[in-house]
């Protein structure tokens, strides 16, 4: 890493990698003695969004605080501030998913009421269908990633393509996170106290988040009640022809 700021930065502080999964991605937690941050470090290009959202959010929704970016002709850099309290599905109350999808619920009641006017980044259907398609043509994802059902009904992954192309959900826009799982809405004292990883975050259909926290409920809590308590809490009823269709597209990405 040859990065002055950085390097004084990481200075008399204690390190700790995160793996994330992803190949070339890099995530640093920072603790010092003014608090804990963590430090992303990716390919080039790869954190521009998640840097414009963060700004954009200022003053709009409780985001991690940037305190450096930069990109040069190899990597991105990214520092922010540990947002306060834990993950709504920590330790503490995953044992308690009736608080954890009350939690739930009003995160995505506080998404939606964002104003969309003048958002900068745009993450519709079409948007994400191109991102789908990409990932095909570089065999970025292939019939190895698919779920087992997903593989048992469509068989190869162009035919998932093909069907979610011929299928195109009509769309109600609003703010969206873009990857509203569990793991990255943050509580503290019963209260909401922020997002993680807005790297997809933009305008988008109204049901894509709902669609992505029922598959992380789903994933986290094997009883099809607290997906019921989910929509309880929102007071909707499901669309699940939509809901479906969205985790379905969640097959073509990384």
Not at 191 to 196: R, S, V
Not at 199 to 219: C, F, M, Q, T
């Amino acid at each position: 890493m040859k990065n002055k700021f950085i390097d004084e930065f990481l200075m008399n502080s204690i390190l700790e990698d995160i793996d994330i999964g992803c190949s070339g991605d890099r995530i640093v937690k920072i603790i010092k003695e003014d608090g804990t941050y963590f430090l992303k470090e990716t390919k080039a290009g790869k954190l521009d969004r998640e840097y414009f959202m963060l700004n954009w959010l200022k003053g709009k929704l409780s985001v991690p605080e940037v305190v450096y970016f930069a990109t040069d002709n190899e990597k991105s850099y990214l520092i922010t501030k540990k947002l306060a309290g834990e993950m709504i599905c920590c330790d503490e109350i995953f044992d308690f998913p009736e608080q954890v999808i009350s939690l739930a619920a009003t995160s995505l009641k506080m998404l939606q009421d964002v104003d969309i006017t003048g958002c900068p980044l745009i993450n519709n259907i079409d948007i994400k269908l191109a991102t789908a398609k990409y990932n095909l043509d570089e065999n970025l994802v292939s019939e190895d990633d698919l779920q087992g059902e997903v593989k048992e009904k469509f068989k190869t992954i162009g035919k998932v393509y093909d069907y979610l192309v011929n299928n195109k959900p009509t769309e109600q826009l609003c703010f969206s996170h873009g990857d509203l799982s569990l793991p990255n809405v943050f509580y503290e004292n019963d209260k909401i106290t922020g997002f993680l990883d807005l790297g997809d975050a933009g305008v988008a259909d109204y049901w894509y988040d709902i669609a992505i926290l029922v598959k992380s409920i789903r994933r986290n809590y094997e009883d099809e009640k607290y997906e019921k308590m989910l929509f309880n809490y929102l007071n909707i009823e499901p669309d699940y022809t939509k809901i479906e269709y969205y985790i379905l597209l969640t097959e073509l990405f990384l």
